[in-house]
């Protein structure tokens, strides 16, 4: 859980003490965002906007895979942060090659859905984190903050309906995981990320290199 941080006095020494003894915690965000959530809202009732969003929130199968990492809702988009060691630990998918698969998948179902006018589009921000702690500033929520979060959050600008965009770092790891664990195997998603492409985000102070998976 994460470790709370509240202090009254703004010159406290105590909150640099804890904040000092913090550790780093690895692993990886991801942003989804439901496309076109808000125009439905004014185009058509609750009846109808309302069973689309339940309809594809419960599609994205792997969210039910990690209920424990599903870290905060902002309107229709979702964080999650899974540790290292948490998706080690589970049975379905237990590397990154395997968990970029299943969300190569999901969006390619919800994309290809043979009935029409069932689910709404979605995009993803996906990165490997290792500059992130597992804080939060409010009694009895789980939250990580740290500069990695911020910049998977950046990834955002750059995605667009059954797009998923990730880093280079992230890619590093499914490559590495996918020799180690998958090798040979096809896979249509690995066949799909895009070359090097280098972007500058507003606030990051350096450029970040990342790909694309067009589904």
Request: aromatic share 14%.
């Amino acid at each position: 859980m994460a470790t709370y941080i509240h202090f009254k006095n703004p010159n406290s020494p105590e909150i640099e003490k804890l904040l000092g003894t913090l550790e780093k915690t690895p692993g990886i965000c991801i942003f989804i965002d439901i496309i076109n959530s808000t125009n439905i809202k004014y185009t058509s009732d609750l009846k109808q906007w309302g069973r689309k969003l339940n309809n594809t929130f419960n599609f994205i199968s792997f969210l039910n895979d990690f209920p424990d990492n599903i870290v905060k809702g902002i309107g229709d988009e979702l964080m999650l942060f899974i540790p290292d060691e948490a998706l080690k630990n589970k049975s379905t998918y237990s590397d990154y090659f395997g968990l970029i698969e299943e969300i190569y998948a999901t969006i390619d179902n919800l994309k290809n859905f043979p009935v029409e006018d069932t689910f709404l589009n979605c995009k993803v921000g996906i990165h490997y984190c290792t500059e992130v702690y597992n804080i939060t500033f409010f009694e009895g929520y789980n939250d990580y903050y740290g500069q990695d979060i911020d910049l998977t959050a950046r990834l955002m600008m750059k995605a667009k309906a059954n797009r998923i965009v990730l880093t280079e770092t992230l890619y590093q790891k499914i490559l590495s995981d996918y020799n180690k664990y998958h090798k040979g195997q096809e896979s249509e998603c690995l066949k799909s990320i895009s070359g090097k492409y280098i972007e500058d985000f507003k606030g990051v102070p350096k450029y970040t290199e990342i790909r694309v998976i067009d589904v």
